[in-house]
């Protein structure tokens, strides 16, 4: 590589950037610093220090505390269930719906987009939503986590865009080939859209993985609490008690010490965040491409 | 090969339709089931959930959890009370932090469990559901059980919607706040405990300016205050009652007012005001989290902290596992102490109450259908309160999760697992009406004089005369209103406005809704005297 000629300014404004950057990236980056290192910190130092990086003493406590029972580990199970088959079955039908719905040579295709539209636009809330699930017998069910949004409007109508993109010469040239329209769908599309796949798999994933709420409306057996149920439960716990008079019992709840707070978090996050690398590629191409019309 | 694509064709085609009808009748029944349901719901309930006079007695009860195990249906010390009231329970557990979401969309899913813990009475979905007649009035039923019969009459007010009580209270002590401080620190510094605001006001200029840790360094100050601005305990609002500040509302010649346009009440903010200036309190308080709240007094840093009177002791038991830690404790010592106040310009002591029960216990009228069920229940509840099955509610089982010791002390089992998945939670059930329990944990001199002082408070409580009403404007506007003058406050005190801005916000308080605020309780305050 050539060295490209830089002026003074040229190189003024490169370091400014590069130190304004720098900024951005560690005030997003330290405070989860922070929180690992404080799930490995015990307890007298967190109360002690205020901030800090790296624990003076290393200390596996919390971790150790909440594996002592199978709570936890459980309740990474469902959330892995939850997520991996949730994401399948989101992918499934959002693709096989995007793509007839990408096709001008459907019938009803306007009417059935503007249904889904109308779905996006208005939605019937919280407590119809509940009935629905409760007359579907879905209550205390997985199903109840997976497939009311098995598929989201929006992310749905980006999918269908991007198969547009894709010029029908190609699909034509493959019909005259021989290939059908599930082929065609296999073969052709889905290869050719890798990046916007990894997008949403990125996004119903991350999804699955946050989702708390509906896990605490329809789920009521705490065997089958979410991982994200526990860690708001811990995480809140403290705040509960300084703050809610209903939360102070004959015997006090102890709130649960900083450091489990922490290892809590980083057991809840640590999971999802691994997936990031492995999209990281596609992912950024993905969210373009679902944008940016040509 | 081409009939396999015809196949395949066919297959993409049901399942694109399949996709489109349930996406659609999703749709539709999003809209339509709201109407239909509800009725659907009730004759459904009558067959699954109905308590049909059968031996044992089913009980469905829906109770907050605090921790992230859980006492399972079948557990032992659930299995023992099956056992002694002839019933057969079933607890829905709900996580605290998220308790409010899952009441409100099971009090609309009108599946209503047998029994079900009402965190806050006065909340709007409570109360409508017992406007529209979901839940039984307990009221009249009490009198015929022999420890319900005996509920404080107080807290049953304090616990009513409109004089009526729609479930039964979870009793705590209404004497229960106080101020915690540094015994070692007084000690140290050869000061008694104060008795005036004037020796309050000394004692944390001391502490700050003193050295009363001894270390030679000035890093001490007086008092943690925390960001909290809530009803209660906040420190400012214990604080504020010493100068004569009414709680929440003052009765002024038979009118209510409320407390912030009193004289009294900007006095104590001015005495805050005058901490915060010379640096007695930690400069911070505003945004300082109350999860760290005694951190600075197990860390030496600050000396004092308001709140309630039963957190001496743990903050003495952090200090002891500090300095366990640190291999210096002295178990025998304690490093904190509690008074129930100090004394106010009239010589009396005023301490903030609480509203002395924690949440309530309703049935619903879908679950439990006819009054001989009722009674039933009640009867239940009833059997909780005796003193050996507070004993179990509280510490499970003797022998297998506490053990007594010479003194008839609880000694519980070290075990926290066990004491959580099977013990802990359980209490949630009872009521603790009328008596506390027949044995405690071991006491501690701190602990026995922190009960002392609780029961002595009572007669020093500054009541809410405004407590038993629910106000349409407050529920609409409460809460920006509380903001108003929550914001005026703290800057009031941090010294970013002075007293005419101070008295703007009161003004802006008024206009916003203060005024129609004042005129509602004043006519319920009139309405509830006749």
């Known amino acids: ?294 | 090969m081409k009939r396999n694509n015809k196949k395949v064709k066919k297959l993409a085609s049901l399942v694109l339709i399949g996709t489109i009808t349930a996406t659609t009748l999703i749709g539709c029944s999003q809209t339509n089931n709201g109407n239909n349901t509800p009725k659907n719901v009730v004759a459904n309930g009558a067959e699954t959930n109905g308590t049909k006079v059968q031996d044992p007695l089913k009980i469905n009860i829906m109770l907050p959890i605090f921790k992230t195990n859980y006492p399972k249906d079948n557990s032992p010390v659930a299995a023992e009370i099956e056992k002694i009231t002839n019933t057969d329970i079933h607890f829905e557990w709900v996580p605290n932090a998220s308790y409010a979401d899952k009441f409100n969309i099971t009090l609309a899913s009108t599946k209503l469990p047998t029994i079900m813990y009402i965190g806050d009475v006065k909340s709007p979905s409570f109360v409508n559901a017992v406007k529209s007649g979901a839940f039984w009035e307990v009221g009249p039923y009490l009198k015929d059980y022999k420890n319900l019969s005996e509920a404080n009459p107080v807290t049953l007010n304090n616990s009513s919607i409109d004089g009526k009580n729609y479930g039964l209270y979870r009793a705590r002590a209404l004497g229960r706040n106080g101020v915690q401080l540094r015994k070692d620190w007084l000690e140290q510094l050869n000061l008694e405990l104060p008795q005036t605001v004037d020796e309050f006001y000394e004692m944390l200029k001391a502490f700050k300016e003193q050295d009363p840790d001894n270390n030679g360094k000035a890093d001490t100050y007086g008092m943690v205050l925390v960001k909290w601005t809530g009803q209660w305990a906040s420190g400012f609002d214990t604080i504020k009652l010493w100068f004569g500040s009414p709680n929440k509302w003052g009765d002024v010649d038979g009118q209510l007012v409320p407390e912030h346009q009193t004289a009294e009440y900007f006095e104590a903010l001015t005495f805050m005001k005058k901490l915060y200036d010379e640096k007695l309190i930690n400069q911070d308080f505003a945004i300082y989290d109350s999860a760290k709240w005694v951190d600075p007094i197990v860390n030496n840093q600050a000396g004092v902290i308001v709140d309630v009177i039963d957190g001496a002791a743990r903050v003495d038991d952090k200090i002891h596992a500090a300095l366990a830690a640190a291999g210096t404790d002295q178990p025998d010592v304690h490093f904190m102490d509690v008074i129930g106040g100090v004394k106010g310009a009239d010589g009396k002591l005023h301490t903030l109450p609480t509203s002395g029960f924690a949440g309530i216990l309703a049935i619903p009228k879908s679950a439990v259908k006819t009054e001989d069920e009722l009674k039933r229940v009640l009867a239940f509840l009833d059997q909780l309160s005796e003193p050996e099955m507070q004993t179990m509610l509280n510490y499970g089982l003797e022998g297998v999760h506490y053990t007594l010791d010479e003194n008839d002390a609880v000694v519980i089992s070290k075990d926290t697992v066990l004491m959580e998945s099977e013990v802990e939670g359980i209490n949630q059930m009872g009521t603790y009406s009328p008596v506390p329990f027949s044995h405690l944990v071991q006491q501690t001199p701190l602990r026995l004089k922190q009960t002392e002082l609780q029961i002595e408070n009572e007669a020093f409580i500054v009541a809410n005369p405004a407590e038993p009403f629910i106000s349409k404007v407050y529920t609409e506007k409460g809460a920006q209103l509380d903001n108003i003058i929550n914001d005026a406050r703290i800057k009031y005190i941090v010294g970013q406005i002075d007293e005419a801005a101070f008295k703007d916000a009161l003004a802006l308080w008024r206009k916003s809704g203060g005024d129609d605020l004042i005129k509602e309780m004043n006519e319920l305050y009139a309405a509830s005297k006749k």
């Open chain 1, 1 to 294: 590589m050539a060295k490209t000629y830089k002026s003074v300014p040229g190189t003024l404004f490169d370091v400014t950037n590069y130190i304004l950057l720098s900024v951005c990236a560690l005030t997003a980056i330290l405070p989860f610093i922070f929180v690992i290192s404080g799930s490995f910190a015990t307890d007298a130092e967190l109360t002690k220090r205020t901030v800090f990086l790296i624990p003076e003493t290393f200390s596996l406590a919390a971790y150790k505390f909440i594996f002592s029972t199978d709570t936890i580990i459980k309740a990474i199970g469902v959330s892995m269930f939850v997520t991996v088959f949730g994401t399948i079955v989101n992918l499934f039908f959002t693709v096989t719906m995007a793509y007839p719905l990408a096709r001008r040579a459907l019938k009803g295709r306007n009417t059935v987009l503007n249904l889904v539209i109308f779905s996006m636009l208005f939605g019937g809330g919280m407590i119809p939503t509940y009935l629905v699930i409760r007359e579907l017998h879905l209550l205390d069910n997985y199903g109840a986590l997976i497939l009311p949004g098995a598929i989201s409007a929006f992310n749905l109508i980006i999918v269908k865009n991007f198969f547009q993109e894709i010029p029908a010469e190609i699909e034509e040239s493959a019909k005259i080939d021989g290939c059908n329209d599930m082929g065609i769908l296999w073969k052709i599309v889905l290869p050719l859209s890798m990046p916007v796949l990894a997008t949403f798999t990125l996004f119903y994933a991350v999804g699955h993985w946050n989702d708390f709420f509906s896990a605490l409306l329809y789920i009521n057996t705490p065997e089958k609490w979410p991982l994200q149920v526990l860690l708001r439960q811990i995480v809140l716990l403290s705040q509960a008690a300084a703050g809610d008079l209903s939360a102070m019992d004959a015997t006090y709840v102890q709130p649960p010490d900083q450091s489990i707070k922490m290892a809590v978090i980083v057991v809840g996050t640590i999971p999802i965040l691994l997936v990031y690398p492995f999209l990281q590629k596609h992912f950024a191409k993905g969210v373009m491409l679902g944008s940016v019309k040509g």
